[in-house]
Nanobody
Framework: VQLQAFGGGLVQAGDSLRLSCAAS????????FGWFRQAPGKEREFVAQ????????YYIDSVKGRFIISRDNAKNTLYLQMNSLKSEDTAVYYC????????WGKGTLVTVSS
């Protein structure tokens, strides 16, 4: 399975941005599909994940109510709609998938200026 995240960029605090992650290969392996991020000088952290059917999203507390994770299995694509962005959301965002998050894509940089 190959994953590629894109959609990052430079935005201002309060703006919105949507990340996408395109999957190819054995995409049926991607029962869980999710987003992680790594801020400068910090450990990589989990952000959100969603199951195959798309009915069980899960978020870390800091993004609840602001971020929305979704997936389109027909397009083999994962999304992260990020609203009300804050400077602390600045990070490289990675998509990952699989029963144990076995597959990872290269990240996309999100920079939120205050």
């Amino acid at each position: 399975v190959q994953l590629q995240a894109f959609g990052g960029g430079l935005v201002q605090a309060g703006d919105s941005l949507r990340l996408s992650c395109a999957a190819s290969g054995r995409t049926l392996s991607l029962y869980f599909f999710g987003w992680f991020r790594q801020a400068p000088g910090k450990e990589r952290e989990f952000v959100a994940q969603i199951n195959w059917h798309g009915n069980l999203p899960y978020y870390i507390d800091s993004v609840k109510g602001r971020f929305i994770i979704s997936r389109d299995n027909a397009k083999n694509t994962l999304y992260l709609q990020m609203n009300s962005l804050k400077s602390e959301d600045t990070a490289v965002y990675y998509c990952a998938g699989g029963s144990g998050m076995d597959y990872w894509g290269k990240g996309t940089l999100v920079t939120v200026s205050s």
